[in-house]
């Protein structure tokens, strides 16, 4: 190697360093300025640092950076290091590293994703675990997944609602008599969920808000007996 060529690599291996040491650094802009050189010039040896950032980095703008970062690199180096993120204790590492496999796409991850991390209790990392779920899973397994979608119909607020609608509604129509059968349980809020979900299905630009309230009143039209001898239906 010429003395040119050393120069180079040593001039590279500086910037690499000062990189990694930016993604620590008390400044989220430089956090974010560290995690785009690090995607614009990739190395397996970023990758460890990426994951571990990704489990305590409170902004959401570097998170997306970091993922962006981790996608520049082999999924042969990256998918391995984030499924051993799934065990965590920390959500957010959880989270994010469903949220990262769900954009690399690499379906080697796909028995990682489990019915544990798909109910899991903290409803980001089951949102994480929706999306992820829906791009990785493989043809044959679809109707599994839906089987496991369907147990968590009416959990949480708006946006977890609205995250598994779309969950279920990007599995097509092999859901649907899953779904179906939600509609007729006994649990008024999973019906509702159900009813607004194939609504979603049937309309996607009615919008999930109107699909609610659609649900709403055909559950008051049809149940408006036992709605007023139990005062359950809200």
């Known amino acids: 190697m010429t003395m040119q060529g050393q120069d ?4 590279q291996d500086t910037m690499a360093r000062r990189a990694l040491r930016g993604l620590e650094d008390g400044d989220a802009s430089v956090r974010l300025r560290a995690a785009l050189t690090v995607g614009t010039d990739p190395d397996p040896g970023f990758v460890g640092a990426l994951v571990e950032r990704c489990a305590v980095e409170p902004e959401f703008s570097v ?11 082999p999924a042969s180096g990256t998918v391995p290091a984030l499924i051993g993120e799934l065990g965590s204790a920390r959500a957010q590492a959880r989270s994010q590293a469903l949220h990262t496999l769900s954009k690399i796409g690499d379906r080697r991850a796909w028995p990682a994703i489990t019915r544990a991390l798909l109910s899991d209790a903290d409803d980001e990392v089951a949102r994480s675990a929706w999306r992820a779920a829906v791009v990785l899973v493989p043809e044959e397994e679809v109707c599994e997944l839906a089987d496991a979608l369907v147990t968590q119909l009416g959990r949480g607020g708006r946006e977890t609602q609205l995250s598994l609608s779309r969950a279920l509604v990007a599995l097509g129509e092999v859901m ?12 008024p809020h999973v019906r509702r969920h159900a009813i607004a979900t194939e609504r979603l299905f049937r309309d996607p630009d009615a919008g999930f808000e109107f699909a609610i309230e659609e649900a709403k009143r055909i559950m008051a039209l049809g149940d408006h007996g036992t709605a007023r001898t139990t005062g359950q239906e809200e």
Not at 63 to 73: K, N, Q, S, V, Y
């Open 8 to 11: 180079k690599d040593t001039e």
């Open 63 to 73: 998170r997306e950076m970091l993922t962006w970062a981790l996608t520049r690199h």
């Open 176 to 187: 649907l008599p899953v779904l179906r059968a939600a509609t007729t349980g006994t649990a």
